[in-house]
């Protein structure tokens, strides 16, 4: 008779066994393999379910390849400077070094409970200055490769949070930490140039093994776009407005053109009659956010009073404002096609602007146009020489065309703006630079990083456009590492992105004071093989850490430019209708009281079973009970079989390679909810075919818990000890399964009459058809009352018996 489960004692047991005696060694012999979550923010809500379902991904996959011969590297860090730890800091009344401390380690506790095979030897803190002083070095570096650069410029600014925030940090209009509407304020910014990185970052998507929607987001992100900048005269003036387009093919139906509310000539281009009006309109576009202003449904536009003059048929076309233009992307300013697009056929119409297609299907104009012909094909009508072109070609030719004429030239363009570094915020890494009246920005020398965050006792935001760093006169005032006149310091501080886009690289070699990292040690263990988390951080992380990786790849730190070779989002798991688990909505599902209830194993498996991995699912505490009770089964199964010490049979021996090519292939597909339910499958036929037999043959059994070791680890070490085995679980190898023994000897068909299913046979695969015919009529007995016109056989499938 089995010992029952008991999951405390024996997650009791190997989690002391396994402190003593690590599972992962690096024995200088076997193939490294780097698998890596996305680290956490120290968050003061500690963690909950859904946090642990992209633990367990990485740690069943970490733990696998481990069985398939590797050495892992599969560190655990912590993403602890930034705007969410210094919130939580100014929320619970206490400073965010001694905040952010206390939430490490309640959230170290609960991934312990996990017992994923994190090597904490290897563990980093961006909060570290051992670990800030490379990302300053970084920083330097760039600074000196003129990538990092100041900038007075309009940028969007949140105002609970008091800091300016990048493009990427906005969400529909709403800064992404707090959830305030986000406002703009002219700052002077630091900036990184990623810009100068656009078409590697683009063009090498190409060789990841990412999902595509990832690779689409980052591409459309980057929005790369090839057309022609052409040259306005403005009417009136001695001046020319540049607009950018992608389609010089419709200039002959633009018959408007709109600028951004910031563009240099917005208010030179007002006239008497419309001054009032157009600072009205300005001034009301700046308390708007880029993305609010790309999705407001509804256009809006001020007419400047002045005229534009169309460089392609001379005539005159009135300049608007509107705030669907922005400034930073091309020129700030466009002409509009209206028959052609939907947003300038819905702004024409509204303002009564005339509408002229240019290019139609079949070359047949369209009479009282209700909307805009976007179809890509057409030929070119009222177009003067163009007329009669096919819109695809002219699109192709159009930009030589206007450079040959005079009144523009072919470009490109990229959506990707440069990156807005400078935080105006203390919980964050300063960045090194001193500012000199004589030699202007000057880095700190190397040698003297890492630039220390001073002690402050107040260190709430100001709100005005300063860091608090600002107000420590001791700190701020130094001298000029170049000419040693009087100097300041720059008191914004980094972004919280400025850690994690190189983090990943530290781990290897995380005490090294030399060197960012060895190179001994980057060739040994980098880059990373498999990068799991979030499809949130599709653009802002990832883009970032692939511009970092490319940058120290050009300088010599590494030898590879892509910092993640495979990547794996997983969905969310949410609460009840599908709403996200936080907090103030009362819907956080702690994983502590699961673990004491049905202990680790048991959670790591239901954190699987839950469904597909990449997909969001709905959490229900009740599901639980049914993984408990495979493992209580499972456990049952092995141990009674131990026991009884039974002889395989043929069944066993097919029921034993079926289960290792099913778990195998669809672990290998990341089908890991159907790996779960795969187990509960094969253990059922087990538990029926012991029934007859008295038990399962210690080999399958063995097997078997060699296959659910990385997915419920105390289990499959405690079963795998009863079995008899003195080494431990975690030193076997993955098994392998065996065509030939997966053939089935006996296969059920179908017998019909007249194409009607009667009955059904067990054969022989190695049965002739005549044998085959022969076992089927003497089935279907009495049922055969005609006479037999024709006898079907499909090998495998069906006998069709045809009668009259």
């Not at 923010?41 to 500690?46: D, M, Q, R």
């Amino acid at each position: 008779m089995s010992v029952p489960y008991n999951h405390k004692e024996v997650e009791k047991k190997w989690r002391t066994y396994w402190e003593e005696h690590p599972v992962n060694v690096d024995d200088g012999k076997k193939p490294k393999y780097y698998c890596l979550d996305m680290f956490p923010y120290p968050s003061g809500n500690g963690l909950h379910v859904g946090h642990w379902r992209g633990y367990v991904i990485s740690d069943v996959w970490s733990r696998y390849k481990m069985l398939k011969g590797y050495y892992l590297i599969h560190p655990m860090g912590w993403d602890a400077f930034g705007l969410p730890a210094e919130n939580y800091a100014i929320k619970m009344g206490v400073h965010p070094a001694k905040s952010t401390a206390a939430n490490i380690a309640n959230i170290k506790r609960q991934i312990n409970e996990i017992e994923a095979i994190y090597d904490w030897d290897m563990e980093v803190n961006t909060t570290d200055p051992e670990f800030y002083k490379w990302t300053q070095w970084i920083f330097v570096k760039m600074f000196k490769a003129g990538l990092a650069y100041e900038k007075e410029m309009p940028i969007n600014w949140c105002p609970s949070c008091k800091t300016g925030l990048a493009n990427e940090e906005v969400v529909n209009g709403t800064c992404e930490r707090c959830g305030a509407d986000v406002t703009k304020k002219n700052l002077k910014q630091w900036m990184l140039k990623i810009t100068e990185y656009a078409d590697r970052l683009l063009d090498d998507l190409d060789k990841l093994d990412w999902p595509e929607k990832v690779k689409k987001m980052q591409a459309d992100w980057i929005g790369k776009s090839y057309g022609a900048e052409v040259n306005f005269k403005v009417d009136g003036l001695d001046e020319e407005i540049t607009v950018y387009t992608t389609r010089p093919d419709t200039l002959h139906g633009a018959t408007f053109m709109v600028l951004a509310p910031e563009h240099k000539m917005a208010k030179e281009l007002a006239t008497e009659e419309t001054r009032e009006a157009v600072e009205k309109y300005i001034y009301e576009a700046s308390m708007k956010s880029n993305v609010d202003r790309l999705q407001d449904k509804e256009k809006t536009g001020v007419f400047t009073g002045s005229y534009a003059i169309n460089p392609i048929n001379g005539k005159k076309i009135p300049i608007w404002l509107s705030d669907y233009v922005l400034a930073d992307y091309g020129t700030g300013a466009i002409m509009c096609v209206p028959a052609h697009d939907d947003r300038d056929f819905e702004f024409a119409t509204k303002f009564n602007i005339p509408i002229i297609q240019v290019i139609a299907k079949d070359g047949k104009e369209i009479e009282n146009m209700t909307e805009a012909y976007t179809e890509a094909s057409g030929t070119m009508i009222n177009s003067g020489e163009w007329n009669g072109m096919e819109s695809a070609v002219l699109k192709k030719e159009a930009p030589v065309m206007i450079e040959k004429m005079g009144i523009g030239k072919k470009t490109t363009n990229y959506k990707l703006r440069d990156w807005v570094f400078s935080r105006q915020r203390y919980w964050g890494e300063p960045i090194p630079i001193v500012h000199c009246e004589h030699c202007g920005c000057v880095p700190v020398p190397e040698e003297e990083l890492p630039l220390l965050l001073p002690e402050v006792e107040s260190y709430q935001p100001t709100g005005t456009g300063e860091s608090p760093l600002a107000d420590i006169d001791e700190w701020v005032n130094t001298t000029c590492p170049k000419c040693g006149a009087k100097a300041k310091r720059e008191t914004n501080t980094m972004p919280q992105w400025a850690g994690s886009s190189w983090y990943f690289l530290r781990y290897v070699d995380n005490k090294n004071k030399e060197a960012l990292v060895s190179k001994e040690k980057a060739e040994k263990y980098l880059p990373v093989d498999m990068y799991i988390g979030g499809v949130e951080h599709a653009v802002l992380h990832l883009l970032y850490s692939r511009f970092y990786t490319k940058f120290l790849h050009d300088i010599g730190v590494v030898d590879f430019d892509e910092p993640f070779v495979k990547l794996f989002n997983q969905g969310m798991i949410t609460g009840k209708n599908g709403i996200k688990m936080s907090k103030s909505k009362g819907n956080v599902v702690s994983p502590d009281d699961l673990v004491r209830d049905y202990g680790c194993d048991s959670l790591r498996l239901y954190e699987l079973f839950v469904g597909p991995p990449e997909l969001d699912s709905e959490w229900d505490d009740r599901g639980i009970d049914g993984v408990y009770r495979f493992l209580n089964r499972f456990w049952n199964l092995v141990q009674d079989s131990a026991d009884a010490n039974v002889a395989e049979t043929k069944e066993m021996v097919k029921l034993r390679n079926k289960m290792v090519y099913d778990i195998t292939t669809r672990l290998e597909s990341f089908s890991l909810n159907t790996v779960i339910s795969g187990f509960m499958e094969y253990n059922n036929k087990f538990i029926d075919l012991a029934k007859k037999t008295g038990g399962i043959d210690k080999e399958t059994m063995g097997t078997a818990v060699i296959l659910l070791a990385p997915f419920a680890p105390h289990v499959a070490a405690e079963l795998w000890e009863a079995l008899g085995h003195t080494d431990g679980v975690f030193e076997q190898k993955w098994p392998e399964y065996d065509e030939a023994a997966m053939k089935d000897d006996e296969i059920e068909i179908a017998v019909q009459i007249n194409g009607k299913t009667k009955t059904t046979i067990e054969i022989s695969t190695e049965m002739e058809k005549d044998a085959v015919l022969t076992a089927a009529k003497a089935a279907l007995g009495d049922k055969l009352s005609g006479t037999i016109v024709k006898e079907i056989y499909v090998p495998g499938r069906i006998v069709n018996i045809v009668q009259k």
